[in-house]
Structure formats: C-alpha cells, structure tokens
C-alpha cells in the first residue's frame, strides 16, 4: 500500500529496500521515493496517506531528508543490488559489476526515475511471466515500459519485435536508454 502511495505522488515512483537483521528472522523494508522542492503538495499528501494506512496497519512514521542535488543524483542507486529472479535471469544495475554464469540471461539497467528496477514484487512477477511465455519470434506489446525492463528482457529471449509504450516522457528516454545498452535496439521500438 505504501509502494502505491508512492508509486502515485512520487518522481519515478516506489525503491524498495530490505534490510536483514540476522538468520531467521524477516527483513525490515524501507520504502523510499523522491520528491523535487517544489512538490510540497505532493509531501503533503503522502504525509496524509501514510496517516491512513497508519489506521489500518501499524507503519513506522516518515522520515524528509533533503538532499543536496549531486547527493540525490546517485542517492537511489544506495538501494539496488544485482538480483537473480526464476531460473536464469538476472537484472544488472549498469554501475554494478556481475559475472555471468553460464545460463544466465543478463539485463542491463539504469532505471534513473522511471519505474521497472526489478525490485518490486509486481515486477519479479512480470519478469517470471516473461521467462515463461516468451519464445523465439513472439512479438510483444509492453504497455507501461518504465524502465523498458519487460521489453529488453522480450528481446534476449528471442522475441523478434517488441514495443514498448509509456506515458511518461522521461520513462520513454530512459527505456531507449537501456535498450540501447543492452544491444536490442533492432528488436525493440519505444
């Protein structure tokens, strides 16, 4: 429910973060999102709803930090690691270092603002669905592309054309970004 509250008045959405406190026991999970200065309006109604959700189930308070620009520049990179989903993907973030294995199919993403980091549920579901529907020469639709994450990883399964749609501009920019990085632009349209 917080994801969606940020998914909804934050830039670029939901970053999930889990924190392990030891074997055995389960991972606390900070939520972040970012705000420009200027969306006080925004804050505000985030406050409002985290108030709400408060009522129904026991949240932590919010925590504002203002971040300087440069500081928030690689601020959300904090949060993401290289992250394996089903039985040979796996979701790279581009500063980050990896050595393939053998079966591992690998994307190569820089989410910047637009949502599709693979860290969501909701998109290690979608990731799944792709690994198992997808084969050599499907044509795909990936409406709500964000990061172009779905779309990519269409390709390197053998998908022979992919489009990608969004709404969002700077998601549109970002998705031809990591397209181009994985090497899929002859395959995928945005």
Not at 64 to 90: F, P, S
Not at 104 to 129: I, N, R
Request: hydrophobic share 45%; with cysteine; glycine share 12%.
């Amino acid at each position: 429910a917080v994801s969606g509250v940020f998914n909804r008045y934050g830039n670029g959405g939901a970053v999930l973060e889990e924190i392990w406190n030891g074997l055995g026991s389960a991972p606390t999970v900070r939520i972040k999102t970012f705000l420009t200065p200027d969306e006080s309006c925004a804050l505000g109604r985030i406050e409002e709803a985290l108030w709400h959700l408060g009522q129904i189930y026991p949240i932590g308070a919010p925590e504002v930090r203002w971040l300087e620009e440069e500081e928030w520049a690689d601020a959300w990179k904090a949060g993401y690691k290289t992250l394996k989903i089903g039985r040979r993907i796996v979701i790279r973030p581009s500063w980050l270092e990896h050595q393939p294995g053998a079966d591992e199919l690998v994307v190569e993403l820089d989410p910047g603002m637009a949502f599709g980091t693979g860290l969501h549920p909701s998109t290690q579901l979608a990731v799944l669905g792709t690994e198992a529907m997808v084969r050599a020469g499907d044509r795909v639709l990936d409406v709500g592309t964000g990061s172009g994450i779905l779309a990519i990883l269409a390709a390197k399964l053998g998908a022979s054309s992919v489009i990608g749609l969004d709404i969002d501009p700077l998601a549109v920019d970002v998705a031809k970004q990591n397209i181009e990085r994985n090497g899929v632009q002859g395959q995928v349209k945005v």
